[in-house]
């Protein structure tokens, strides 16, 4: 739907980041005690409970208007009273202003048990999916950075979209690889900086024909590569439909040992008077086993027949829309206990080619752009925010392919050895046999893989 960028991959929360966390906050005035959201097997979890997203999608302006709708804090404040009526725990932001304030939106988020699922792009600030390998730069990487640094501090920030439907059709899966370095450069970023490990993975467009494959290809190879999430966008249920004439009983058959949280970034056909009839389908166990919920496309009204509100000057009126999603939502219950998710999850194989669906040659990725390791140990500075210059066509691209693990913080920062000059084959070739210790339960293999790579991190 939008033509942005937005992705995400998870890692797991520990106590050391959460105390950091809150140490970063100490002098503000603390609204709430929001408790971060961490990832367990294929699902997001508060504490000990699952978490499910009930969300919408925020862009007031329109997917067209470029607006930061959370520094804007009277508005936000405005739209949290419908948000809480709605029973919503999470939106959506496609794009923020990383020169900007944001404490007074996402504390009162916060207060009123919201969290926030942020794309980390903007259109001047992002992948350009026919040129991908000249947009994905150190100046590109230094802006996402710091929209990441600004926003991990939040304990309501549940995820980053590393990328927006990049891929949007078979061709474009070219610029797969790419969307895939973002994300691993994203969670190494967190992690050298000590930052809370936020979740951080991909929001795929509602296409067909490599869904599955990209969902896998961002779920497969060395820990340092793999998404903590994935996510689409999916308008295939219109009502008035079912769970077999929308073909979501297809989805979460093809999904089932799928071993990442996964969730809806964007739904709600409205090709016909929309009932949200999905929503009770969504939580129930028919779904829960495998997805987390879903973001309904979209709060504001603006021009296409997708919101749930119309918003003039300060004024808000409430839609149709608006009382058909809240009724769906007051009918649905989350299923008790565990939703019956997948304790288990791990690693994809990777995708095999083919063209046109799916047309990446290798499982290797390019390296970091050299001139962005720096800000791994120094921080990324200062975001240039909406009025920068973009960076689509500036700064320096990636010099190489990556070796699989470049990612962990310890080659990441070892000053050059995290990039090799090998070809793709060569990479490629190294990939494979590691991969496969990368099975769901080979924690001995991923400790000793995380050593190898100087990694201190566990998952599982
Ligand atoms: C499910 O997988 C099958 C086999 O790969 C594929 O043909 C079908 O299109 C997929 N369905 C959905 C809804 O993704
Ligand atoms: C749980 O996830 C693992 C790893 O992806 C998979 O191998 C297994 O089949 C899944 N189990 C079920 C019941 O889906």
């Known amino acids: 739907m939008k033509a942005s960028v937005a992705s995400v991959a998870t890692a797991l929360t520990v106590g050391a980041s959460t105390v950091l966390g809150a140490a970063t906050n100490m002098n503000m005035k603390r ?16 504490g000990d409970d699952r978490f499910y997203i009930r969300g919408v999608d925020y862009q007031p302006g329109g997917s067209s208007d470029l607006a930061d709708p959370i520094a804007d804090a009277e508005g936000c404040k405005r739209d949290i009273k419908n948000f809480k009526d709605l029973g919503l725990n ?6 923020v202003d990383n020169s900007e304030d944001h404490d007074e939106c996402m504390n ?3 207060e009123a048990g919201i969290y926030l699922v942020l794309d980390v792009n903007t259109p001047k600030y992002s992948l350009n999916r026919a040129e991908p390998k000249q947009s994905y730069n150190d100046v590109y990487l230094q802006y996402i950075f710091a929209t990441v640094e600004k926003f991990a501090k939040y304990d309501n920030t549940l995820a980053f979209f ?5 891929i949007n059709d078979g061709p474009s899966s070219k610029a797969a690889p790419y969307v895939k370095a973002v994300t691993r450069d994203m969670r190494t970023f967190l992690r050298a900086r000590k930052l809370r490990e936020v979740p951080v993975g991909y929001s795929a467009a509602d296409v067909d024909t490599n869904r599955l494959e990209m969902a896998e290809y961002m779920n497969c190879g060395t820990e340092d590569e793999r998404s903590d999430f994935f996510a689409f966008n999916d308008y295939s249920w219109c009502d008035p439909s079912s769970f077999t004439t929308s073909g979501w009983d297809q989805k979460v058959k093809n999904f089932t040992s799928y071993g990442l949280p996964l969730f809806l970034s964007e739904y709600g056909c409205n090709t016909n008077t929309r009932k949200f009839e999905e929503v009770e389908a969504l939580y129930s166990e028919k779904m829960t086993g495998v997805y987390s919920g879903g973001l309904v496309y979209e709060y504001t009204e603006a021009g296409n027949k997708y919101g749930l509100v119309k918003i003039s000057g300060d004024n808000v009126k409430t839609l149709d829309d608006y009382d058909a999603l809240k009724k769906a939502f007051d009918k649905t219950d989350n299923p008790s206990g565990d939703g019956k998710y997948n304790s288990t999850g791990g690693a994809s194989g990777c995708p095999v080619k083919n063209a046109p669906n799916w047309d990446v040659d290798t499982d290797a990725l390019p390296a970091m752009p050299s001139p962005a390791k720096k800000y791994l140990t120094e921080g990324a500075g200062k975001g240039e925010g909406f009025s920068g210059k973009g960076s689509q066509n500036a700064g320096t691209a990636s010099s190489g392919t990556a070796s699989p693990g470049s990612g962990s913080v310890a080659s990441a920062t070892a000053g ?10 060569g990479a490629a070739a190294n990939l494979k046999p590691m991969q496969m210790t990368f099975a769901p339960v080979a924690v001995g293999a991923v400790t000793v893989l995380s050593t190898l790579f100087g990694a201190g ?4």
Request: glycine share 6%.
């Open 31 to 46: 609204d709430s005690d929001i408790t971060p959201i961490t990832v367990k097997g294929n699902a997001f979890f508060k």
């Open 90 to 95: 999470t939106i959506r932001v496609y794009s």
């Open 108 to 110: 009162a988020l916060a």
């Open 162 to 166: 590393s990328g927006n439907e990049v």
């Open 416 to 425: 050059g050895s995290a990039s090799s000059s090998t070809s793709s084959e």
């Open 457 to 460: 991190f566990l998952f599982l």
